[in-house]
């Protein structure tokens, strides 16, 4: 299970999470909405401490973090929770000069200290899982962006993480290369892969979501069951935003 508790991250002056607390239990799926410049991605970022946090708590599992103004986390404690998660960034984020069988084997290699023969098999099986079985010799040059997005995705699994972060995964894409990506995440969530989502995509949000958190100014607006964070919002706000969706 991840706890975040009063979670706090300023960028000088700009307040952007004002006090974020939430849950996530193993196996579900947490999706995060919200407005242009409301904190999303923020928020996941800190899941894996690319942001930081000025203030608050993050337990993951047995491990607890708690960030101050004062004190700053230990370079271990972050790389220690880093090799926990697995990140797909919106805009790939492939080494241009490795194939897509390079990409998946590196993080293995390099990180886990895997043997190359031990990672080429994983990456192979990730690889066909993905569907990109007859692409494994090509460069991200040779792929289109959806084919490059699963590449991404077979890399952030191949380090076995206990969670994997999506910011925006689709976001990049051409509008009718966005499905393929789709399946996969839905494969895996469906697998009881635990995934924290930062989308605009609000059915794929509704299909794939465990729980929803609609997110504005750096604070949690709604959260719930897809049902009734989209069908049943409480606030103003969020029924303004998503009238605007529709």
């Known amino acids: 299970m991840i706890e975040i508790l009063d979670l706090h991250k300023s960028y000088g002056p700009l307040a952007v999470l004002k006090g974020i ?121 040779q792929l289109s962006g959806g084919q490059q997005q699963r590449v991404a995705i077979a890399r952030a699994m191949a380090v076995d993480p206990e969670v994997l972060l999506f910011d925006e995964p689709t976001s990049a894409l051409d509008p009718e290369l966005v499905g393929e990506v789709l399946k996969v995440i839905k494969q895996l969530a469906a697998e009881g892969m635990t995934m924290v989502i930062v989308t605009h995509e609000m059915k794929f949000a509704a299909d794939v979501a465990d729980k929803i958190i609609l997110m504005d100014d750096g604070l949690i607006l709604e959260r719930g069951t897809p049902e009734d964070v989209l069908e049943h919002p409480k606030s103003t706000r969020a029924l303004q935003f998503l009238n605007r969706l529709k």
């Open 21 to 141: 607390d939430l849950k996530l239990e193993h196996g579900k799926v947490l999706v995060i909405i919200g407005p242009s410049g409301s904190g999303k991605t923020t928020l996941l970022r800190c899941f894996n401490l690319l942001e930081v946090p000025d203030r608050g708590c993050i337990v993951f599992g047995d491990t607890k973090l708690n960030f101050t103004d004062t004190k700053k986390v230990s370079e271990h404690n972050v790389l220690a929770l880093r090799k926990r998660t697995g990140m797909v960034f919106q805009s790939y984020n492939l080494f241009p000069h490795m194939t897509a069988l390079g990409n998946v084997m590196e993080g293995q290699v390099t990180v886990q200290k895997r043997s190359k023969g031990d990672a080429r098999k994983r990456a192979l099986a990730l690889l066909d899982k993905v569907g990109l079985a007859e692409k494994t010799d090509f460069y991200p040059h």
